[in-house]
């Protein structure tokens, strides 16, 4: 079984995910954190990967997602029932 070949997608990090989005936005850190009614520390955790936001309250997360513009889904790496069948189709296959 060779899985180099297969054609899974590579789920990007959470941490990955909202940092380059607040910087596509220009957004800083504080900013973020200000606007989500969080202090900084647990910000910078969610960035650096230390803390997950899908492990945090649902007002968090959601305020996050919010300021970030973006659907809470792709936030917290939910992949659509429809992509798990299909790649759990193409791993079978293997």
């Known amino acids: 079984m060779n ?4 054609s899974f997608e590579t ?3 959470e941490c990955e995910i ?4 607040r910087e ?13 009614t969080i202090n ?12 997950k936001i899908s492990s945090t309250s649902f007002r ?3 305020a996050i997602a919010d300021i970030l513009e ?5 936030l917290v790496n939910t992949p659509s ?3 798990y069948l299909k790649n759990k189709m193409e791993f079978e296959q293997l």
């Not at 596509?24 to 989500?36: C, F, N, S, Y």
């Not at 973006?70 to 792709?74: G, K, L, Q, T, Y």
């Open 81 to 83: 029932v429809d992509e």
């Open 60 to 62: 968090i997360g959601v």
């Open 40 to 51: 900084i520390r647990p910000y910078q955790k969610f960035e650096s990967g230390e803390r």
């Open 18 to 21: 909202i940092k380059r989005r």
């Open 24 to 36: 596509e936005l220009g957004l800083t850190q504080r900013q973020v954190a200000d606007a989500a």
């Open 70 to 74: 973006m659907d809470v889904h792709d």
């Open 3 to 6: 899985y180099e070949d297969s």
């Open 11 to 13: 789920i990007e990090p």
